[in-house]
């Protein structure tokens, strides 16, 4: 299988022969960040095509279908549209926080993205604490929310930001304690050594009836994470305008629309990280053949494989359920999702200490 | 000497916006804005802990204060202020006290900080993994922390009922 980090450490050693290390690590830096952002509006503009798409099927519609072969170009005539359209700042509201609040969220879902393995050796921040990284850097978004909320000082997004706040911080605990089941079958909590962990079977497999319990706690919890699908009440159009973004124009929209998508897309690799192998092929143990045929599928196919499955999977829940109430929401969470996970925890516990996964 | 120089130079950034910030904080008269400029202080000092390689403590850092304080902060803040809330300037005769107060309290950090020998330590680049750190929180012997742990423990679970019985219904 290839390994990414023969091409990285090439580019490094090559740098370092050419220059002092100093300079060196500040181009590698602006390398990656460049590579980063561009990977990012990139998969946000598949994620925007791909919702249009999965919605019109869903809706008996063909979804977009005039700019390009099949529609292809939409998302990228709508992006266009988007960075041309003028930035409108309204009297009476905080301007320097509301210019603020779209880069807070954009920077916590950018720096979530980096925690992500997208193959073998293709992984920018490889901390031992990695799964925690993820969930503390993903919380600021919250902030920008709250922020977007209340400077623009309009009663719908002030509703729709106390919502959002109220919803995300809720089903944090959910997602946190998923993630924590799984982080005790791994034993550690590293991305590299979660999926290393997984080369002779999934956890989804390993951990048995725990691991799937996590699996549908997370991908509840997820969803309403992200402010999508049928929890999408921050901003429910027919009652609150758009929520926390109703005041948001142009650009700065788009850096909302942006989070959202990506924060889908990180829920989702997420999820096929820790539950499905991230960018380990399919093993079965015993069976050498097939797993080498495996291993011929390039690692990056099988973790963006899994990721747009799971997508598909959470724009699934989002098109067919309806949108619930608020109390319904919380609810949920407080009395369902939350004591289940803590049992759930116990149980993986006791698996854990007995060895009775696989 | 030349990586240790770039060290520095983030350092200086870092030091700088938390000085910056957090004068910021206490002097613009803006509450959500002072929120939002303690926000920015603990970020840098997250970012201290992160150029330190120690990991764990700034997405602690991150997660408790910049995901938990501050939100807590800012909700508080949208229930009770509006945009166009500013807060009023100080009275006149509480400003020599609380120059007093201030200049005090500087004189006095400056002074244990003056007479304070920062003994060089061994840096020391690992970084505890998961189950240290674990054990470390749960520990009873040596250098373990369940004592503390159980005890905030318990002050949170009071705080808790102490919530409910305030909010509750008759």
């Given at each position: 299988m290839f390994d990414f980090s023969i091409v990285t450490s090439w580019i490094d050693s090559m740098l370092r022969g050419v220059m002092p290390a100093w300079a060196a690590l500040t181009i590698e830096y602006v390398l990656i960040g460049v590579v980063i952002l561009l990977v990012y509006a990139l998969i946000a503009l598949s994620l925007i095509y791909m919702e249009r798409k999965v919605c019109g099927a869903f809706q008996c519609r063909l979804g977009p279908?005039?700019?390009?072969p099949m529609g292809i170009f939409q998302a990228v005539a709508d992006m266009v549209k988007m960075l041309i359209k003028e930035l409108i700042y309204i009297r009476n509201s905080d301007k320097f926080l509301f210019k603020l609040a779209p880069f807070i969220m954009i920077t916590a879902s950018v720096m979530a993205f980096g925690c992500?393995?997208?193959?073998?050796?293709?992984?920018?921040l490889d901390f031992n604490i990695g799964i925690f990284l993820l969930l503390s850097v993903s919380a600021v978004s919250i902030v920008g929310v709250l922020l977007a909320g209340w400077a623009s000082n309009n009663k719908f997004s002030m509703i729709g930001a106390m919502r959002s706040g109220a919803q995300m911080i809720s089903y944090e605990l959910s997602l946190g304690i998923s993630m924590l089941t799984m982080v005790m079958l791994a034993g550690t909590m590293s991305f590299s050594g979660i999926v290393e962990a997984?080369?002779?079977?999934w956890f989804l497999f390993k951990g048995h009836i725990p691991a799937l319990i996590a699996f549908i706690v997370y991908l509840i919890a997820g969803n309403a994470e992200t402010n999508?699908?049928?929890?999408?009440l921050p901003e429910a159009e027919s009652e609150l305008?758009?929520?926390?973004?109703?005041e948001y124009s142009g650009l700065q929209f788009g850096f909302f629309y942006l989070a959202e998508y990506l924060n889908l897309f990180i829920v989702s690799a997420v999820a096929a990280t820790v539950f499905?192998?991230?960018?380990?092929?399919?093993h079965i143990p015993g069976w050498e053949g097939f797993n080498a045929v495996m291993d011929y599928i390039p690692s990056v196919v099988w973790f963006f494989g899994k990721t747009y499955l799971m997508i598909f999977v959470l724009m699934w829940f989002k098109w067919t359920f309806p949108r619930l109430r608020v109390d319904q929401i919380l609810t949920l969470e407080w009395k369902y999702l939350l004591p289940i996970g803590l049992f759930n925890l116990m149980l993986m516990a006791i698996i854990v200490i007995f060895g009775l996964h696989f | 000497m030349i990586e240790l120089k770039a060290i520095h130079v983030v350092f200086a950034v870092l030091a700088l916006i938390i000085v910056v910030f957090s004068i910021m904080t206490v002097t613009t008269r803006r509450i959500l804005r002072a929120a939002t400029y303690l926000l920015f202080v603990l970020f840098a000092v997250a970012a201290l802990f992160f150029q330190l390689d120690y990991q764990f403590l700034g997405a602690v850092q991150l997660t408790i204060y910049a995901g938990g304080i501050i939100v807590l902060y800012v909700f508080s803040i949208l229930l009770t202020h509006g945009v166009g809330d500013k807060q009023d300037l100080p009275e006149k005769k509480k400003v020599i006290p609380a120059l007093v107060a201030s200049l005090g309290g500087l004189a006095l950090a400056g002074y244990m900080l003056y007479q304070e020998t920062f003994p060089a330590v061994p840096y020391d680049a690992t970084d505890p993994d998961m189950k240290v750190v674990g054990a470390a929180l749960m520990?009873?012997?040596?250098?373990?922390?369940i004592f503390p742990f159980e005890v905030i423990s318990v002050f949170l679970l009071a705080c808790i009922i102490g919530g409910i019985l305030i909010a509750r219904k008759r």
């Open positions: 279908n005039r700019v390009g992500l393995p997208f193959g073998r050796g293709l992984h920018v997984q080369a002779d079977g999508r699908g049928p929890f999408d305008t758009a929520g926390f973004h109703t499905l192998g991230g960018w380990m092929p399919l | 520990g009873l012997g040596e250098g373990g922390y």
